[in-house]
Antibody, heavy 122, light 111 residues
Framework: QVQLVESGGGVVQPGRSLRLACAAS????????MFWVRQAPGKGLEWVAL????????YYGDSVKGRFTISRDNSKNTLYLQMNSLRAEDTAIYYC???????????????WGQGTLVTVSS | QSVLTQPPSVSGAPGQGVTISCTGS?????????VHWYQQLPGTAPKVLIF???RRPSGVPDRFFGSKSGTSASLAITGLQAEDEADYYC???????????FGGGTKVTVL
């Protein structure tokens, strides 16, 4: 059964860092494009980061570019999101999601994890 | 401001139909990239409802229809049921951003 489980969320002060993890099971992470998508309280979905299946291409939304880094550990089949210089506006539920089609990056996202809440507040 | 534009809300009586529009541009929907639709129930993660413009995953009722034309797409729900109350999002790929783009979401209310 294909499943994604996020962890690492919590309350953090502005300017500090946090690393989120997304443990994948039922498939091999390195065969799929993987996404981080966030949702601020009461707001819509916002694409945050994308890593191609080959691990060599990484892209970021404008609001996080230069502050967030997507990576993965193939041996642990786990995706990460390193978040630095956090701001109040980064407060959101962070979801990881898998590109539905192997080696693709333009397809639908399925499945999604349950999400992990990040709150940036002093 | 979302890259794809959706109406904030639509509503209809049980049994009636509603349509949600999703308007993009030449770097996403208009460039030929597929549009996908997600349903998000309160407190849960989004789930794919329509993929590749018109296709329904197994288990999705045939009351849900997707279409795409030019730089826009639409999701139609016929025979509204109370369980259809949710937020709906469209998604595509954008060549300028080299990543996904979402609509702002549409809240469907069953009157």
């Amino acid at each position: 059964q294909v499943q994604l489980v996020e962890s690492g969320g919590g309350v953090v002060q502005p300017g500090r860092s946090l690393r989120l993890a997304c443990a994948a099971s039922g498939f091999t992470l390195s065969r799929y494009g993987m996404f981080w998508v966030r949702q601020a309280p009461g707001k819509g979905l916002e694409w945050v980061a994308l890593m191609w299946y080959d691990g060599n291409h990484k892209y970021y939304g404008d609001s996080v570019k230069g502050r967030f880094t997507i990576s993965r550990d193939n041996s642990k089949n786990t995706l990460y999101l390193q978040m630095n210089s956090l701001r109040a506006e980064d407060t959101a539920i962070y979801y990881c999601a898998k590109n539905a089609v192997a080696t693709g990056t333009t397809d639908w996202l399925d499945p999604w994890g349950q999400g992990t809440l990040v709150t940036v507040s002093s | 401001q979302s890259v794809l534009t959706q109406p904030p809300s639509v509503s209809g009586a049980p049994g009636q139909g509603v349509t949600i529009s999703c308007t993009g541009s030449r770097s996403n929907i208009g460039a030929g990239y597929d549009v996908h639709w997600y349903q998000q129930l309160p407190g849960t993660a989004p789930k794919v409802l329509i993929f590749a413009n018109t296709r329904r995953p197994s288990g999705v009722p045939d009351r849900f229809f997707g279409s795409k034309s030019g730089t826009s797409a639409s999701l139609a729900i016929t025979g509204l049921q109370a369980e259809d109350e949710a937020d709906y999002y469209c998604q595509s790929y954008d060549s300028n951003l080299s990543g996904s783009v979402f609509g702002g979401g549409t809240k469907v209310t069953v009157l």
